[in-house]
């Protein structure tokens, strides 16, 4: 499995941007896929998921402002991020896994494949 985060630049406050996650598998509907990020000295954090039901999962830091959605034609995720925030700013990576549960959707340890990430940055 590979993926290839994209997408990330230099937003404003209260800006936009679209980051897609093009995964290199077969079966992709089956796969839940999830993006997490990473800030300069803190630890990866869930940001958002979307299972084989296109059912999707939030992080309440991001509730009501990032959606997460898939596209199994082109084997890819997107998540767009609305009202960017300075604590937005990070490295985000999507990850991609077959037989995680539920419950373990926002822990990085349950994923085994991941992509390169690409960087966020919200500043004036």
């Known amino acids: 499995v590979q993926l290839q985060a994209s997408g990330g630049g230099l937003v404003q406050p209260g800006g936009s941007l679209r980051l897609s996650c093009a995964a290199s598998?077969?079966?992709?509907?089956?796969?839940?896929i999830a993006w997490f990020r990473q800030a300069p000295g803190k630890e990866r954090e869930f940001v958002s998921a979307?299972?084989?039901?296109?059912?999707?999962f939030n992080a309440d830091s991001v509730k009501g402002r990032f959606t997460i959605s898939r596209d199994t034609a082109k084997n890819t995720v997107y998540l767009q991020m609305n009202s960017l925030k300075p604590e937005d700013t990070a490295v985000y990576y999507c990850?991609?896994?077959?037989?995680?549960?539920?419950?373990?959707?926002?822990?990085?340890?349950?994923?085994?494949?991941w992509g390169r990430g690409t960087l966020v940055t919200v500043s004036s």
């Open positions: 979307i299972n084989r039901d296109r059912r999707s």
């Open positions: 598998v077969d079966s992709f509907r089956a796969y839940v």
């Open positions: 990850a991609a896994d077959r037989q995680i549960i539920m419950s373990s959707y926002s822990r990085p340890d349950a994923y085994d494949h």
